[in-house]
């Protein structure tokens, strides 16, 4: 289906979902395929990835034209659609929500298809009066067919409590799907998008507060003492981290209060400078480019490490002279 690709589209995708092989090049649905693809109002003109865009092509389709939505395999869109949710860097909500209405609609109409071929079973039943006495399950081979007539005659009711471990299938060769397998992964790429979702926006935050405290920093102390803890703290991290050995913030806010000590601090002021003081100057040296700064684990109880960008420097202007090279800026620039 090469006139399909041309329109940003998957013709395997659109393949697999109407039953057949991905290498498979024809099929009886081709030339309204091409013509829905074209319509600049289609619903697949809203989405952007290739994936999207032809399953919204299949389902379009079945929407707008009197077709059986058995020829739908809603088990391959449940498998492309997980597995799309599972490996994305970021999760389209509007676009899931998009595909997830229109594989509802599919499904929604497989159901009425079931019990519009059930009322027509029961009208041919009642114009032939000979079969009356024989009972309508000899008529039929379709075990799934079956089944949905004794749940919707009532002869399956006790059968009912079972009825989401049931399987529905499109055909013998497609691979049977519950429904309950169906509404649980929808459910899962729903909470695995919430996540993602609230993941970001604890990035956001913790960005913007890290932003605020060196906006915020020059008030605190003048610019000469900030600078000097600056280099203090570059200090501490290279006496600690030998060779460029990542370092834990707590151990250079320690080595910060043991100097303060040294210099006539009481406790309580050393423990003030060793906690601000060493904070405040690892984001500058992280902003700078001295250094790099990460955290693990959960973010109220996790470890904070820092790790020297220059271990092979000599002193602090030397790697400052190496990030000037490196950004192409000036020392001035790097101080900034």
């Known amino acids: 289906m090469d006139l399909l690709d041309t329109h940003h589209l998957r013709s395997d995708i659109v393949n697999r979902l109407l039953g057949g092989e991905e290498d498979e ?60 949710i599972k490996t994305a860097d970021n999760i389209d909500l509007p676009s899931c929500g998009r595909l997830i209405r229109m594989a509802w609609s599919i499904l929604h109409a497989q159901t009425f298809s079931l019990i519009d071929r059930h009322e027509r079973w029961e009208e041919d039943l009642l114009e032939d009066d000979w079969t009356m006495d024989i009972g309508w399950e000899s008529e039929l081979n379709d075990d799934e067919y079956s089944f949905s007539v004794n749940v919707l005659t ?60 060196m906006a915020n920093v020059s008030s605190r102390i003048h610019r000469e003492n900030l600078e000097e803890d600056i280099k203090r703290c570059w200090l501490a991290m ?58 693990m684990g959960e973010a109220s109880e996790g470890r904070i490490f820092i790790k020297d960008r220059w271990p092979s420097s000599s002193s602090y202007d030397d790697a400052s002279l190496q990030i000037a090279e490196e950004r192409g800026i000036s020392l001035a620039e790097v101080e900034a």
């Open 25 to 84: 090049q024809t099929t009886p649905f081709l030339d309204r395929l091409v013509e829905i693809a074209e319509m600049e109002n289609g619903e697949h003109q809203m989405l952007v990835d290739p994936i999207d865009r032809s399953i919204a092509l299949v389902f379009q389709l079945f929407e707008t034209e009197s077709l059986d939505p058995w020829d739908v395999d809603l088990s391959t869109f449940i498998d492309l659609f997980s597995e799309r």
């Open 154 to 213: 009532g002869q399956a009711r006790d059968a009912l409590p079972n009825l989401f471990e049931g399987r529905i299938r499109r055909t013998t060769e497609s691979r049977p799907i519950t429904l309950t397998e169906m509404l649980f992964s929808l459910k899962g790429a729903h909470d695995d998008a919430r996540e993602r979702q609230l993941r970001e926006q604890a990035r956001v935050r913790h960005q913007a507060e890290v932003a605020e405290a």
């Open 238 to 295: 290279r006496d600690i981290g030998r060779n460029g050995a990542p370092v834990e913030l707590d151990a250079i806010r320690e080595y910060l209060m043991a100097l303060a000590i040294e210099e006539g601090a009481n406790d309580e002021e050393a423990a003030i400078e060793g906690e601000i003081s060493g904070f405040v100057a690892s984001l500058f040296l992280t902003h700078r480019g001295f250094a790099e700064i990460w955290q």
